[in-house]
Every structure is written in C-alpha cells, then in structure tokens.
C-alpha cells in the first residue's frame, strides 16, 4: 500500500534580503538627495528632465568617458543600473519638490519686498522655534528633508524681517505641537485627518495652529513674566539661544 503524507512549514523571516536592498537603496537615496541639494542650482538650470536626469547620473557614476565629482560608487559599489537610477529619481524628485514649495512659501510671505506678517498685522517680531543648525543632521531622510526646509524657512524669514526693521526671537521647541495650546495636556494625532489633532477633552483642533500658540505663549512666558525656577525655567526657555536680533 502506498502513503502519500504533506505537512506545512512556516517560513520565518524570509523577507530579510530584501529588508537589506532596501536598507541599501534608501542609504544611496539619503546620500543623493544630499548631493542633489549641493549643486541644485547647476541642475536645475537644465531644462529638459532627460538631460537632468543623465547629468545627475555622471555626477556620481564613472564609466570609460566620464569622471564623477563624488564618490557615489565608492560608497556603493557594483549597484544594479536599476537601482542607481531608480534612487537617482527618487532623489531629484526630492530636492525638486522642496525647492519648488521653498519659492512658493517666499512668494507666500512677501508683499512688495515687504513679510506678510508686517503688511497685515503691523507685528515688530517674529518668533521661532529653536533648531539646531549645526553638524550633521541625523534621522530619516524625510525627517532630514523636513528640518533643511525649516532651516531656509527661518533664513529666509530672518533676511525679510531685518530688511524691515523686525525683530526675531527663538524659544526651546520642546513639545511645541505635543501639548494643546489650552493647557488641556497632550494631544493625539486624529487618523482620518493628520493635519488635525484631538485634545483630551475631545475637541478637534489644528496641530499647526496649536503648535503657533505654544510658540507665542513661550516667548510671552520669558519676556513677561518673572523668570520661573528649577525645571520651568529649562521648559520656558530651554538651551536655545534668547537673543533678538
């Protein structure tokens, strides 16, 4: 009598070749978009994507008659075409768009040379989160990408603002947009809209707005009120810099 028997076999963590391309193509992306934001202004002053795309491409990749400029296939050597231009792609996709929503956010906050915010409001100081500014930004690429558009944000904002006869302030950045601006304790973020949050009361607000808030009520807090002692003094102010310039 012949038997025929099967059994199951769970296979587990058979995604882990491809978890170390990714790791790998996402690195080649950070390091792209770093070197795409260098030398945008020479990119982006060729107009048709394809020709973009291939100079890009000789920026980083030796072949016979080309010599790179940086040391893309040192760093990652022997990646696949594919997967070179695919992170080349990504990368210029990346700076594009930053750029692109940099120069919107000027035109957005400027008036005949003048901010927005003096023209409307006649306000005499603007106030800012304290970023660091220094060394090596370490993080996601997105989180990297975030924070270098806040820092030209502010720099932009700075230069407008001095043209005018304004002031700018910086505060610690702690919790900013984790607490509700009513004082009402920490919010959470509402799943069916991310630019919403929920406080703990129920109530639905906007996180930026909220965030705008806190801001305003720190530098109040400091300039204000008499200088509070032991912890409330590092929330309040932090370890970033007070100076108005």
Known sequence: MKITSSY????????????????????????????????????????????RFNEAEHLIHTTKKNQTRFDFDVLFP?????????????????????????????????????????????ADIIVFEYLKTKGKISGRKKQRLHLWRKR?????????????GMRISRICAWNTSRLAYDGTGTVAH?????????????????????????????????????PPSGNGKVFAGGKSPCSKT
Request: proline share 3%; aromatic share 8%; glycine share 4%.
């Open 8 to 51: 199951g076999v769970e296979l587990r963590k058979h995604n882990i070749p491809i978890r170390q391309t990714l790791d790998v193509y996402r690195s080649a992306v950070s390091y792209l978009t770093e070197i795409y934001e260098q030398v945008w202004e020479e990119l982006e002053s060729i107009q048709e994507a394809k020709k």
């Open 78 to 122: 022997k990646m696949p075409c594919y997967l070179r231009r695919a992170a080349i792609q990504h990368a210029l996709g990346s700076v594009s768009s930053s750029k692109t929503r940099m120069r919107l956010l000027e035109k957005s906050v400027q008036i005949e040379g003048k901010p927005k915010l003096v023209y409307e409001n006649h």
């Open 152 to 164: 030209d944000i502010q720099k932009r904002c700075e230069h407008q603002a001095h043209r005018n």
């Open 190 to 226: 509402d799943s069916r809209n991310h630019s919403l949050c929920v406080f703990q009361t129920g109530k639905r607000y906007n996180c930026d707005l909220s965030a705008s808030y806190n801001i305003g009520a720190r530098y109040f807090i400091r300039e204000l009120l008499p």
